[in-house]
């Protein structure tokens, strides 16, 4: 069964960056994987999601060219680089992954498609 951890959550200024980490065992390649986050008393939400087999990627609107999700085989690694952040992006970010290399379009941003979750990381931005 795959498991995800994630990391690299905290507290920043608006306009600033932050990079989050997913660990994935027992291998990242053939997972695709996705990354969410949830605000208090909102929905969670999709931001981006990566097809492992084939490197391609998927981001939301609000987040698209400020965000970039990569993957790092070596390491087992699924990151999201988070750039000019505001404070809407304040939330807990939950990595998830599906058992599949290749994330299918029209699914990648709804949650029930991914039936593994991390713990969350809290990511706080301040104006």
């Known amino acids: 069964q795959v498991q995800q951890v994630e990391s690299g959550g905290g507290s920043v200024q608006a306009g600033g960056s932050l990079r989050l980490s997913c660990a994935v065992s027992p291998n990242t390649y053939g997972n695709c994987v996705g990354w969410f986050r949830q605000a208090p008393g909102k929905e969670r939400e999709g931001v981006a999601a990566?097809?492992?087999?084939?490197?391609?990627?998927y981001y939301s609107d609000s987040v698209k060219g400020r965000f970039t999700i990569s993957q790092d085989t070596a390491k087992n690694t699924v990151y999201l680089q988070m750039n000019s952040l505001n404070v809407e992006d304040t939330a807990t970010y939950y990595c998830a992954a599906r058992g599949s290399a290749y994330c299918f379009s029209v699914r990648w941003r709804d949650p029930d498609y991914y039936p593994g979750w991390g713990q969350g990381t809290q990511v706080t931005v301040s104006s």
């Open positions: 990566i097809s492992t087999g084939g490197n391609i990627t």
